[in-house]
């Protein structure tokens, strides 16, 4: 079975060869209401190297060159700055709304998963290397607008079945930490009652 954090792992970093792992997507979009998107710019690359690292609620995607005045670094930054200009905020009662994506595609699995990313919650340019000069395009991301696809039933499948897993683990984590909770409360409640108990003591 493949886990969404073997699909992380096999689009991150380089191959025994020291080639890039996966081709990445930038896109910028508007979506009406009813679900129809046109496409206002892109970029699709295949020669970075990608750094994808998920927390529990964030993830965060490095888009790395190996030359600091790479053409395809700049487009992206281009992209960002254009679909991020005031003009495209989004209005009360809206019916268009505009979209950043970001798509990965590991070499590992020939293409059967991707990774999709949306609504970065901020973005910047910045450098592998403190003193180096700018190579990395780095994106944040809500562990919300973080998904992993599958382009074929039997992929599909596996990747069902590891978020399937992946819930009922969290399940059974917030279920225990509500258990140890109100045990916590039922110890303070008893001590409480004992406290009391021995004040009355005392007292008569």
């Known amino acids: 079975m493949v886990s969404i954090k073997d699909i992380i792992i096999a689009a991150s970093g380089k191959d025994e060869q020291g080639y890039n792992k996966s081709a990445v997507g930038l896109f910028?979009?508007?979506i009406d209401i009813d679900g129809n998107s046109t496409v206002?710019?892109?970029?699709?690359v295949d020669k970075p190297i990608i750094n994808i690292f998920k927390s529990f609620n964030k993830v965060q995607v490095d888009i790395i060159y190996s030359y600091k005045?790479?053409?395809?670094l700049k487009m992206m930054n281009d992209l960002l700055i254009k679909a991020t200009n005031a003009e495209n905020s989004v209005e009360d009662n809206?019916?268009?709304f505009p979209l950043i994506s970001l798509s990965i595609i590991p070499h590992e699995f020939d293409g059967k998963f991707y990774m999709l990313c949306t609504d970065p919650i901020?973005?910047?340019l910045t450098a592998q290397d403190p003193r180096?000069?700018?190579d990395t395009l780095r994106m944040v991301f809500d562990e919300n607008d973080f998904n992993v696809l599958?382009?074929?039933d039997e992929a599909l499948a596996m990747v069902n079945t590891q978020i399937e897993e992946e819930i009922a683990e969290e399940e059974r984590n917030i279920a225990f930490y509500e258990e140890k909770e109100l045990a916590e409360q039922e110890k303070r409640r008893k001590q409480l009652e004992d406290n009391n108990s021995q004040e009355d003591d005392s007292e008569n």
Do not use: Q
């Not at 206002?40 to 699709?44: G, L, T």
């Not at 005045?69 to 395809?72: A, K, M, P, R, S």
């Open 28 to 30: 910028f979009e508007r």
């Open 40 to 44: 206002i710019d892109e970029v699709d």
């Open 69 to 72: 005045n790479d053409i395809d």
């Open 94 to 96: 809206a019916s268009v």
């Open 122 to 124: 901020v973005w910047c």
């Open 132 to 134: 180096g000069d700018i």
């Open 150 to 152: 599958a382009t074929d």
